[in-house]
Each structure stands twice: as structure tokens, then as C-alpha cells.
């Protein structure tokens, strides 16, 4: 019963911005790191934020550093990715993921992944 889901993606123009939500159910998040990943067409996955379970500790991608943040309510059970400035190059599927681990949090291999949201900037 262990479940990460996603929501907040869409279209939007270059320049906008989206708010990307991880919700959990079946397990508290609170120790957990968490990492959002994503995945273009083609591509390979790859790591885009990830933040300590406590949300003292974050990493960004060098892609997406400045314009994106994480962050964590524990109350609520969720974790935000707040998107500015988007660009049609982080046009793909988001994923969020949990893992005890900081380390696998922010390089993959995680053991509860999310769906997917997908995101497309495009004008």
C-alpha cells in the first residue's frame, strides 16, 4: 500500500511556471529523503531535486538550479517542486520517489516511485 502519486503537470508557455505535488499514502514521509526525477521522450531518466527528510538538505540538478525548488511539508505528507522560468527542455514525465537513503534519494534507485505528472512547455 506503499504509494507516491504526483499532480500539478500540464502545459505551459516558456517562462511559466508549475507546482508539482508528491503526495504518500500508506507511510509517513517524515523520514524519508525524497528526489524528483523525469524523464524526456528519448531520454534517459535523470535526477532534477531531491531534499532530506528533515528539508535542511536539498540538491538541484545544475539544469534546473535557480529556477526550481524543493520543498516539504511533513504535516501534510507532500513534497512541492516549484518550477519557474520553464523552459521547453524540461519538457517530460516527473516522478517523485522516496528512499531511507539521501544518497539513493538524490541518484536513483529509490524503493517507492511515484507515476509520473507530465509537464510539456511549449508555446
Do not use: H
Request: glycine residues 12%; neutral net charge.
Amino acid at each position: 500500500q506503499l504509494q507516491l502519486v504526483e499532480s500539478g503537470g500540464g502545459l505551459v508557455q516558456p517562462g511559466g511556471s508549475l507546482r508539482l505535488s508528491c503526495e504518500a499514502s500508506g507511510f509517513t514521509l517524515d523520514y524519508y529523503p525524497i528526489g524528483w526525477f523525469r524523464q524526456a521522450p528519448g531520454k534517459a531518466r535523470e535526477g532534477v531535486s531531491c531534499i532530506s527528510s528533515s528539508g535542511n538538505n536539498t540538491r538541484y540538478a545544475d539544469s534546473v538550479k535557480g529556477r526550481f525548488t524543493i520543498s516539504r511539508d511533513n504535516a501534510k505528507n507532500t513534497v512541492y517542486l516549484e518550477m519557474n522560468s520553464l523552459k521547453p527542455e524540461d519538457t517530460a514525465i516527473y516522478y517523485c520517489a522516496a528512499d531511507p537513503s539521501m544518497f539513493r534519494a538524490c541518484n536513483g534507485n529509490l524503493e517507492v516511485w511515484g507515476q509520473g505528472t507530465l509537464v510539456t512547455v511549449s508555446s
